[in-house]
């Protein structure tokens, strides 16, 4: 049983179109898998219960027969920072029952491969006293996977989300990236720099797609994701 946690230098990185194509990619492998949305912004009702699109794309690419609301316990509606949301629902966010939750998740669903979403980047506030997500996967000493929205200042964002992921003692087994900006300029020469800055290996390029849906991303990361 391994569990991955995929960060990114910023929201709207590219996390749940990349979990998804490697969920894809691992269920085609027959490999057993399930992904994970602990907190998510942004949320339509469906039925009564309110529906989160990545939840939703990690559930449907899982190999165990999932529906986004098993593997989503904390939804806000709003499409707005998580903490903010919990605080106009006069509601906490509390590590420990998204701990409970996954577990039990686990027992009902045991897999070979558990890949957690994050939301936001590695420092999501979950409140005004201190805790963010990245307590989570650094209490459990997850392997981190860390996507690069390739566009202009990512070098920075990428330098400084390892910098806190190795002082959370936890271990990136590798960086993805994604070109978020199809126009971005000398992208060849900042796909080099991530290269020699990031102390950890590249698993992947991802073009700009016109879509970009597990099938036509994973041929970008089968190489990269068969070393780890
Ligand atoms: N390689 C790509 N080519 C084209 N569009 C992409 C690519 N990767 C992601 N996108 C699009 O960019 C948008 C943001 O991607 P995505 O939702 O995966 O980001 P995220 O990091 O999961 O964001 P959040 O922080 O909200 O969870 C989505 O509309 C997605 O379809
Ligand atoms: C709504 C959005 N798509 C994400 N789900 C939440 C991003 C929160 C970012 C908070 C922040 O770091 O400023
Ligand atoms: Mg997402």
């Known amino acids: 049983m391994k569990t991955l946690f995929v960060t990114a230098t910023d929201t709207d990185a590219g996390k749940t179109a990349i979990s998804a194509a490697i969920l894809y990619g691992l269920k085609s492998q027959g490999k057993s898998c399930l992904g994970y949305k602990p907190i998510a912004a942004g949320a339509a009702e469906h039925n009564g219960v309110l529906v989160n699109d990545d939840a939703r794309a990690l559930a449907d ?3 165990v027969a999932v529906s986004a609301s098993d593997i989503n316990p904390v939804c806000f509606a709003p499409p707005i920072a998580p903490h903010i949301a ?5 509601q ?4 420990a029952a998204i701990d409970q939750h996954f577990a039990q998740l686990n027992g009902k669903h045991p897999t070979e ?3 957690v979403e994050g939301a936001g980047g590695w420092r999501l506030p979950l ?3 201190g805790e963010t997500l990245a307590d989570w996967p650094a209490r459990r000493h997850w392997p981190v996977i860390l996507v690069v929205g390739l566009k202009l200042g990512c ?5 400084l989300t390892v910098e806190a992921i190795s002082q959370d003692d936890c271990h990136i087994v590798g960086w ?7 126009n971005m300029s000398v992208k060849e020469q900042n796909i ?3 290269h020699a800055l990031l102390p950890a290996p590249c698993l992947g390029i991802v073009p700009h797609l016109d879509n970009p849906s597990p099938v036509h991303i994973w041929p970008h990361l089968e190489v990269g994701l068969s070393k780890i």
């Open 155 to 159: 070098l920075n964002h990428a330098l």
């Open 61 to 63: 690419n899982s190999s």
């Open 113 to 115: 491969f558990q890949l």
């Open 127 to 129: 409140n005004l006293a």
């Open 92 to 95: 906490q966010i509390d590590l």
């Open 192 to 194: 080099a720099s991530l």
């Open 86 to 90: 919990a605080e106009q629902g006069n």
């Open 176 to 182: 993805i990236g994604n070109t978020v900006d199809p």
